[in-house]
């Protein structure tokens, strides 16, 4: 049965989007009902559930947004490789249930559990002893069928183990590209991937640009792949950032959405950025929904 709508008449609401978070399904730490409550907390009128190669949290959130009364967005981030760097691209509205989609997701998450034992590997051979099963039993709950462990619950062991200092530093020292313990495997291409999206019925966004340190991979990636948008706004993007891939999605004719990339507190930490503190109008998320054909 339905729950009632939950009052915030007591709550400042600023409105707004949110289009990127992540959950415990993939490697954020909260529940998906979790982060539809803190966006509710925001004020923001909507939040998108993004998490790595799964769309498992998705019904979750949905049922949560009904309670709360905040739009839901049935989101995911696909892990591809260009360049000769890991690039990720964002779908929005994806039919959650087209099993096409959730066989290729899995295929994805194999890839992933592959590159995490390959990590394993190579802190063993720093000297540092890690297993999955640790990995798994720091959670604190059991790992379902079709969740996956990323890099932060990597980061999260090491740091319970003293060989780094917090998340940021187990990045710097063995996670990140180019770090001690780094392992790259092969992925499909963005252009691969937005494909799978529009084929799934969504709408594919190339995520946080800002990061990949390469404004002419970019430039690649946009003429190749051809996503609808590109996420100008991020939490790890300076104004300048922002500025400029504003200014490169008029270029290619591309909508600028925008998103935190909340993972949760780890160590204290907020990783990436606080839901909401990244927001895009209502007005972009209205043209997601009709590029989608979502009603």
Request: hydrophobic fraction near 40%; glycine fraction near 10%; charge should be negative.
């Amino acid at each position: 049965m339905q729950q009632d709508v939950i009052n915030k008449t007591t709550l400042e609401s600023s409105g707004g989007c949110d289009l990127h978070t992540h959950t415990s399904a993939s490697d954020g730490k909260q529940p998906p009902a979790e982060n539809v409550r803190l966006a509710w907390e925001k004020g923001l009128e909507a939040v998108a559930i993004t998490d790595h190669d799964t769309v498992s949290g998705v019904a979750e959130a949905v049922e949560a947004g009904r309670q709360y009364g905040i739009t839901v967005v049935p989101g995911v981030e696909i892990s591809t490789r260009a360049g000769g760097k890991e690039i990720h691209v964002l779908g929005y509205y994806i039919d959650t249930e087209q099993e096409l989609f959730l066989s290729r997701l899995a295929a994805q998450r194999d890839t992933r559990a592959q590159r995490n034992e390959a990590i394993l590997a190579k802190l063993r051979e720093l000297g540092i002893s890690i297993t999955l099963e640790q990995v798994i039993a720091n959670l604190g709950r059991e790992l379902k069928p079709d969740e996956s462990i990323g890099r932060p619950h990597i980061a999260d062991e090491l740091v319970r183990l003293g060989a780094a200092g917090n998340m940021r530093d187990a990045f710097d020292k063995y996670l990140a590209e180019g770090a001690a313990a780094y392992v790259s495997l092969p992925r499909i291409s963005p252009e691969t991937a937005c494909g799978w999206i529009r084929e799934a019925g969504g709408v594919p966004v190339l995520a946080h640009p800002g990061i990949y340190g390469d404004d002419e991979l970019v430039r690649s990636i946009l003429s190749t792949a051809r996503p609808y948008g590109i996420e100008a706004y991020h939490s790890d993007h300076s104004p300048a950032d922002a500025a400029r891939y504003t200014a490169m999605a008029e270029e290619f004719g591309l909508l600028a959405t925008g998103g935190s990339d909340y993972h949760g507190v780890r160590q204290g930490v907020v990783f990436h950025g606080d839901i909401g503190s990244v927001r895009v109008p209502a007005d972009v998320l209205l043209r997601l929904r009709e590029a989608s054909g979502s009603h």
